[in-house]
């Protein structure tokens, strides 16, 4: 089992303590995971290779990533917002629809308690400081030029979204497969105007915020593709803490198992693991059960 390793920066103004990094399989795409998560304190995971930020709850990069995607606005993944405002452009802030305007509210407020002169008393006329960009479920978001993004509605007590990550390519319509390379190249010189590709989403990974294991059933034919599954697993004990995980909507492993199993191809990220458990207990736990599709990112 390949657990992710500690962080280090070269920066000292940043403390980089239980900040960790794991590499996706190349076969998957050349990108790096860094960050931490556990339940009620913080979940910020950083891909530098994409520019993006997965809930913000703390601050795990010198940088400060141009695209926030926030599953939902419990303090532990959106609380470190207001110190992500970009020096070198503004951020785009993806988050449900109904908390857009909370977090403009929350956004200015934090902006007064922060300015050193006076400040005009109409936030319309203030810089703006970041790009709130409201989801709802099902919305496929454009993404840069190569990727899409898929809004999923998470099983939570306040509203809460996952992503799903897809590249975008190009491959040769379907009534043309049958033809060789010489009449292909024949019919784009008799039309130049002929579109022979068309659109091909390839998933990439899938990012869940809070949530139960119903959403697994709800999408499990669009959630199973992605080859990677970033997903919370607060409980591993089902004997002492079956119904906390219940009361509080969150995710203990005796549910997720059979999902695990049952797809083996899909390699599955565990994060937002409780306090209850120490790092040593939770890494002992999945090292026993040896699931090569595991990745505790504790």
């Known amino acids: 089992m390949m657990f992710p390793v500690p962080t280090s920066y070269a920066s000292e103004s940043f403390c980089s303590n239980d900040i960790l990094s794991w590499k996706f399989p190349k076969t998957l795409g050349c990108y790096t995971l860094i960050g931490r998560s556990r339940a009620d304190d913080a979940t910020s995971l950083f891909i530098p290779e994409l520019d993006i930020l997965l809930d913000c709850g703390c601050s795990v990069t010198v940088t400060r990533p141009l695209h926030i995607f926030i599953t939902h606005t419990h303090l532990d993944h959106c609380l470190d917002i207001t110190r992500l405002w970009g020096k070198n452009g503004i951020p785009k802030v993806y988050l449900p629809i109904s908390a857009v305007q909370p977090m403009q509210d929350y956004i200015r407020k934090c902006q007064v308690l922060t300015m ?60 043309y497969r049958h033809l060789s390379n010489k009449d292909i190249g024949k019919m784009k010189r008799e039309n130049k105007n002929l579109e022979l590709n068309e659109e091909r989403l390839v998933p990439l990974f899938a990012f869940m915020g809070d949530t139960t294991v119903s959403i697994f059933n709800r999408y499990e034919n669009e959630l199973f593709q992605f080859p990677l599954i970033i997903v919370e697993c607060s ?56 699931l090569p599709n595991v990745i505790p990112f504790i």
């Open 235 to 290: 409980y591993i004990n089902s004997e002492l803490h079956q119904e906390a995980a219940a009361e509080g909507k969150h995710i203990i492993w005796d549910d997720l198992q059979p999902f695990v199993i049952r797809y083996p191809n899909v390699i599955f990220v565990l994060i937002h693991f409780s306090h209850q458990y120490k790092r040593t207990e939770i890494r002992d736990f999945f090292q026993k059960l040896n």
């Open 116 to 175: 050193f002169k006076e400040t005009d008393p109409d936030p319309a006329n203030w810089v703006p400081s970041f790009e709130l960009i409201g989801v709802k479920p099902d919305d496929l978001l454009d993404f840069r030029e190569t990727m899409k993004i898929r809004v999923f509605e998470m099983d939570y007590s306040v509203p809460c979204c996952g992503y799903g990550f897809y590249e975008r390519r190009k491959k040769l319509k379907q009534e």
